[in-house]
């Protein structure tokens, strides 16, 4: 997991976006490498000797120690990266884009971040750590549609945002973004992947708490439930069997585009505006099973008969295979389900819950014989904590969603009939009880032990990023600008 690490006097968990309303994207706002003289020649001289080729063609004309212009000073080089004051003005335009209160957060805090995702990037080089270009551009293709689709298709408010001229040299800086922001988070993540932590290290750490500054942990509940979906015909799955087969057939022989019948035709609209397009990869699981059992099987070129996964029926056409990588697209195909087979599936699930209500068979029973909820049927309906696990669900960070369905049930009361709807148009109905509830109370050892060996484990890597800062600062060619000088930096950027 990534951790958050101190770089100032505060610590900061410093998230910036690509656009608005993404937020998967840690990192740093990489800017035009131009840089104007701000100090001395010989100072500014490792800078310009680490930037690219044709950026030092550029900078011959610009920067004349003879004639000193402030544009953009150089805050920071760091290895082979520079840090230009405006990426921090960047970076406090993306927090007030978000919302953040900025108030509180000074410009040394948020250098102090910089520096750090800098140094992280720096010797995920180093170190070799591989990250995948096609995935980087597959995830750019994805921010561009995200953001088109919440500004109306229209490019020109994301250029203005990023001051770029064209598409081209949008795309150009989001790659570097991207890929500097990957570099740092493998590199994070390979300084913890050996982290472990014993019982008798959690039994110390929750030991050395003093009783009165224990966490409080809030109200915790276990729920279970029972799903039923509406049956699919066999008869609806051979049509759309079928219909795959003639696209199939009027790709392979007459020459259509795979990619127009997916825009016309697939029911994955997360996709459809890539042309269904995917990048897999051998080593990392992406997609269900099934899917990438298929496309891994395929050479290139190659359109794959229609197959069944939980989400409908697909075929997949094999693009391009490079080494451990497969760009595929695919076509999803959802079978409709009647409204009689709707009508048919609420009517058996009343009468699940009804056999609950009257104490004819218990609620884990019902679910062990009738659940349509594979993932789920074994354990009694039981769900499982995505976050944690395991069975307990703390009420005050539930899902929305789920919180709403049972925030007014009873211990062992059953829900009335649920209607859900997922992204794809599937329909299914489902019943919700609440089986154990543990009110809110101040951290118990045995109890909550989950709980305490994570906060536990957490410590132990934030100890092992701080070691491996330590030691990668002393080693690393390392300028901080004059103006940063006074900073009050909890690492020792400035190796006095």
């Known amino acids: 997991m990534l951790l958050k690490t101190i770089n100032s006097k505060f610590t900061i968990n ?3 976006i690509l656009f608005l309303f993404i937020t998967m994207l840690s990192g740093q706002v990489i800017c035009a490498q131009e840089i104007i003289q ?37 805050a920071a080089v760091v290895g082979d990266f520079i840090i230009l004051d405006s990426d921090i003005d960047k970076a406090y335009e993306e927090y007030k884009a978000q919302g953040i209160d900025i108030s509180n957060i000074s410009r040394c805090e948020l250098f102090g971040s910089l520096l750090e995702s800098k140094l992280y990037a720096h010797h995920a ?53 991207n890929k500097n922001n990957e570099l740092s988070r493998k590199m994070q993540a390979k300084i913890v992947e050996d982290v472990e932590i014993t ?13 009165d500054q224990r966490p409080t942990f809030g109200t915790e509940l276990k729920v279970a439930q029972i799903v039923v979906e509406p049956k699919v015909s066999e008869e609806e799955k051979q049509r759309v069997i079928d219909q795959l087969k003639q696209f199939r ?15 016309l035709y697939s029911d994955d609209k997360a996709s459809i505006s890539t042309g269904g397009k995917y990048v897999l990869n051998r080593k990392k699981p992406r997609m269900v099973k099934e899917f990438r059992q298929v496309a891994f099987s395929l050479q290139e070129g190659e359109i794959s008969e ?5 989400f409908g029926f697909h075929i997949i056409y094999c693009e391009k295979i490079r080494g451990e990588e497969y760009d595929v697209r695919h076509i999803l195909l959802i079978p409709k389900v009647s409204d009689e087979a709707i009508k048919e599936a609420k009517e058996r699930i009343e009468k699940i819950r009804q056999r609950i209500v009257d104490g004819d068979i218990s609620f884990a029973d019902a679910a062990k014989e009738s659940s349509d909820e594979k993932e789920t049927r074994a354990d009694g309906g039981q769900l499982i904590n995505p976050k944690t696990q395991d069975y307990n669900f703390e009420l005050t960070k539930m899902d929305p969603e789920l919180y709403s369905q ?62 491996w800062q ?21 690492n020792n950027w400035l190796k006095k």
């Open 249 to 263: 057939a009027d790709v392979l022989e007459n020459g259509a585009s795979f990619r127009s019948k997916v825009v």
């Open 306 to 310: 229609p197959f069944e996964t939980d």
């Open 125 to 177: 080089i180093q170190d070799s750590i591989p990250v995948s270009d096609a995935e980087i551009r597959q995830n750019i293709d994805y921010q561009i549609e995200q953001f088109l689709q919440s500004t109306n298709g229209s490019i020109d408010k994301l250029l203005k945002l990023y001051d770029k001229p064209d598409e081209k040299s949008l795309r150009e800086e989001m790659f570097e973004i």
């Open 406 to 467: 049972i925030q007014n049930l009873k211990d062992g009361e059953v829900s009335l009939v649920q209607t859900e709807q997922d992204r794809t148009g599937k329909i299914k109905f489902k019943i919700l009880t609440v089986t154990d509830r543990i009110d809110e109370h101040e951290a118990n050892y045995a109890r909550d032990y989950l709980k305490i060996k994570e906060q536990a484990l957490n410590e132990k890597k934030i100890k092992a990023i701080e070691a």
């Open 199 to 211: 019982p008798e290290e959690v039994r110390e750490f929750f030991n050395k708490i003093p009783k």
């Open 470 to 490: 330590k030691e990668k600062i002393k080693d690393t060619y390392i300028k901080i600008g004059d103006s940063y000088k006074d900073c009050d930096f909890t």
């Open 14 to 16: 410093l998230k910036y």
């Open 38 to 74: 701000d100090e001395t020649k010989d100072t500014i001289r490792p800078v310009i000797d680490s930037l690219k080729t044709e950026t030092k063609e550029q900078l011959k004309d610009s920067v004349n120690p003879l004639k000193p212009q402030k544009v953009d000073g150089v």
